[in-house]
């Protein structure tokens, strides 16, 4: 399962670094990749990743790529208050909706 999360157009985006600090926030070791095929997040002790959109290293959108066995619980729930402490709200069939 894969979660779409974003910051809304109104909003200035985020830089990769206040990312990874929101997510340290959380205990998380996030270690940031720049790939040739797109940017990832990895979460140290964890199988989910984050796929980033970034832009010079700015991003208002990314994906949870959730593993198997963490879909619901950790870390799922500590990534979602991480982002939501920047300001960016989950995307899925019904629309928006707030990550806390």
């Known amino acids: 399962m894969d979660t779409l999360i974003r910051l809304p157009e109104s909003e200035a985006p985020s830089t990769v ?5 929101s997510l340290r926030k959380e205990h998380f070791a996030p270690r940031h990749e720049a790939k040739a095929w797109g940017d990832w997040i990895y979460l140290d002790s964890y199988n989910t990743v984050i796929s980033i959109e970034c832009n010079h290293g700015l991003s208002s959108t990314a994906t949870i790529e959730h593993a198997e066995n963490e879909e619901e619980g950790e870390p799922v729930t500590s990534i979602f208050r991480a982002f939501n402490r920047l300001g960016w709200h989950g995307i899925d ?7 806390a």
Do not use: M, S, T
């Not at 670094?17 to 600090?21: G, K």
């Not at 019904?94 to 990550?99: A, M, N, R, T, V």
């Open 93 to 99: 069939d019904d629309g928006e909706f707030k990550l």
């Open 17 to 21: 670094a206040e990312i990874l600090i």
